[in-house]
């Protein structure tokens, strides 16, 4: 059976567009069989879009981890106008998507879709905002998240949402564990956005 992570998606493509209304404006997304949320955006991505803080301004460099069919990307994009947001996934359909989404935004631009192995290896970004993949399990996403997390600049800061039901109370552990500071910010809607900040070079 495929999934949403899978890198080549399986499923007969049934393309439909999606809304995402936000106080900046709606967007219509397209999305397709085999991607993550693709009859609906996701509720943990609605939570981290409307409650996780506003993304830094000036040319930054952003990134969206499992990135999906875009909608987190292509907002970064539009409330950081001069930020380049790295968007990011395995799955070839959702980059496609993600590709198509961000160009009819306008964003198109700014925003780079990649593979994780078309990823530079010298990449630092200053601010992570993710609905990261719980359901590839626990070995993949801590490897995941131990590589995107040494990618931020010192003081700059992930934010991920996760369901309580999906263990986000055991990942938050799990990152303080393994010395990336971990403070939840906000629970909503049974949604934790938990905000991992990389330590200043100063810190003890």
Known sequence: MAHYFST???APSHRRTV???LPEGRLELVTD???FAADTVDPGTRVLLDEAPAPPQGPVTLA?????YGPIAVTLARRSPAATVWAVDVNTRALELCRENAAAAGVGDRVVVATPDEVPDELVVDGIWSNPPIRIGKP???ELLETWLTRLRPGATAHLVVHKHLGSDSLARWLAEHDHPTVRLISRRGYR???VTAPAPDAP
Do not use: F
């Open 8 to 10: 080549e998606p399986d």
């Open 19 to 21: 809304h995402l209304t």
């Open 33 to 35: 069989s085999g991607v």
């Open 64 to 68: 969206d981890v499992g990135c999906g």
């Open 140 to 142: 993949a996403l801590h």
């Open 193 to 195: 956005i938990l905000a």
